[in-house]
C-alpha cells in the first residue's frame, strides 16, 4: 500500500495534536488515511532501510493504526500498545528492534517508562513522540536516554528518514563491535593464503561456499584458526552486514548453554531472573558460529538439528514456536564420525552439519606457510610497539621453520608477541625464541625439521644411547634387539 501527504498546513495539524483527543468525531489523526492516498508513495523504495519489528507505545487509536501503515509500507513490521503493561507483554514475547514511545501514555508518563527501560539495561532504542510545543519534554527525553525523539505531527518520510539514521548507527555499532572482537582475537591476524596445496583447497572451498545457504563443519586441531576461517566466510557472504554471533560449546552447563543458544523466560530455570533473548535471535539474518561442535551435549543436539531443517527454535519455558533466518558455520578439533559411531552424537546432525565441509591441518604440515605466517605477526606486533623495521635473524627463521608448534597458530602468535617484547634492536635473535625453540644437548635434528627419517633415526639412537645404563636398557627403550643396536651402532662409528 502507498501513500500521500496531502497539503493540510503542519500548523493544523499541530493544534489537533496537541489536543490528544481520541475521540473520532474530533477529526483524523496525524498520519490518518485522509492524509495519503494510495496512488504513490513519495518514498524511494531503494533508500528504504532493512526491515525492522518496531514496537508503537503511544495511547491513540489513530497513531497505532496509521503509522502501522506507515511502517509497513517501509517494510518493517509493527507491533503496537497503547500502555506500557502491553508494551513489556510485547517486549517479552517479540525480538524488538525499535520503539516508538509517546511522551503521554493517558495516564502515564512515557518519560518514566523510558527511565525504567533504560534502568533495566533495555537495549531497544526507543525513539520519542513529542508534541510540536513540547521541545522541553524532547530535550529530557535525550538525557533519559532515547535514541531521538520526532515532533508531532509527522509524516512518513519523517518516519523513513529516522529509521535510516538509526539503522546506520546499529550498523556502524555492529563494525565497532566486529573489530572490537577482532582486535580480542587472539588469532585476528591469521594470513588466509597459503602455498600448501591442501591448504589453498581448504581456502578455495570455504569462500567458494560462502555465497551459498549452506551449512559449513571446519574441522581441524585447536589452535589452527577455525575461527578466523568462519569469519571469513561470514564476511565474503551475503550476509556480511549483518552479526556474527559465536557461542563456545564447552564453556557451559547443559543448562545454561541452551539458554544462550535459544534464550529464556524469566523463571525457567533457577537464576532466570529475567526473559532474555539467545544467541540465535542475536544472529537473525547473519550467521551464528559453533565452535567445538562436538562438545554440544547430547540433549541439546535435536534442537540444534531443528533450527537446522525448520529453522525454527523455542526459548526455554516458552511454548511459542518461533522463526529464525541465520547461516550456521560450524567448527570442532573432534572426529565426528568416531562420535557418530560411539552413540555421543546424532548421525543426522552430523551430515545436516557437514555439508561442506573442509579441514584446518596443524601448523607442522604446512612448513612453506611457516615464516609468512610468522611474518605476519611479527608486523601486527612490531607496529604496536613502535618498532616497525623489526625482523627475524636468519637463525630465527631457521628455528621457527623447524620448530614442530604443537600449540598451532595459538602458540605462535604467543612466541612471536613474546619475542618482539623481549628483543633488542632490529632482528629478532635465535635466543630471543623460547628454550624449546633451541636444539637440546646433543645439539641433533628434531622431529619435523626437514630432513631425512634416517638422519632423525641416527640423532634419536645418539640421544637414547647417551641418556641409557646399558645397551640391552638403550634397546629396550627403542624396541629393537640388541644385535640390531649394536649393528645400529657400529654403522654410526660408535664403539
Known sequence: MAYRYNAESRSNKATRAN???KAESNGPGLLDSGMYDDEETGIDP??????????IVDDEANILRTTSIALKSMGHTPFTAENSRRAEFILAEERIDAMFLDVMLGNENGLDYLTKLKARNEKVPVIVFTAHSSIESAVESMKRGAYDYIQKPFIPEEIRQMLAKLERSIALERKVE??????ADKDATIRLESEEPDMQKTFNVAFKAANSEASILILGPSGTGKTV?????HQRSPRAKEPFITVNCPSLSRELLESELFGHLKGSFTGAVKDTWGKVAAAEGGTLFLDEIGEL?????????RLLQDREYERLGENRVRKCDIRVIAATNRDLAAEVEAGTF?????YRLKVISVEMPPLHERPSDILPLAENYLKHFAVREGRKNLRFSTEAGRQLVDYTWP??????RNVIERAVILSVGDEIEANDLPDDFSQDESGGPRPGQMISLAELEEAHIRRILAKADSLDQAASVLGIDTATLYRKRKRMGLT
Do not use: C
Not at 531503494?46 to 514496537?55: F, H, K, T
Not at 551435549?297 to 538439528?305: A, F, S, V, W, Y
Not at 546424532?346 to 552430523?350: G, I, K, S
Open 229 to 233: 576461517l568462519a569469519r571469513n566466510v
Open 297 to 305: 551435549p547430547l540433549e541439546i543436539q535435536p534442537k540444534l538439528l
Open 346 to 350: 546424532r548421525e543426522d546432525l552430523f
Open 407 to 412: 600449540g598451532n597458530l595459538r602458540e605462535m
Open 46 to 55: 531503494a533508500s528504504q532501510v532493512r526491515g525492522m519489528n518496531i514496537l
Open 178 to 183: 566486529a573489530l572490537e572482537e577482532q582486535v
Open 19 to 21: 489536543s490528544k483527543s
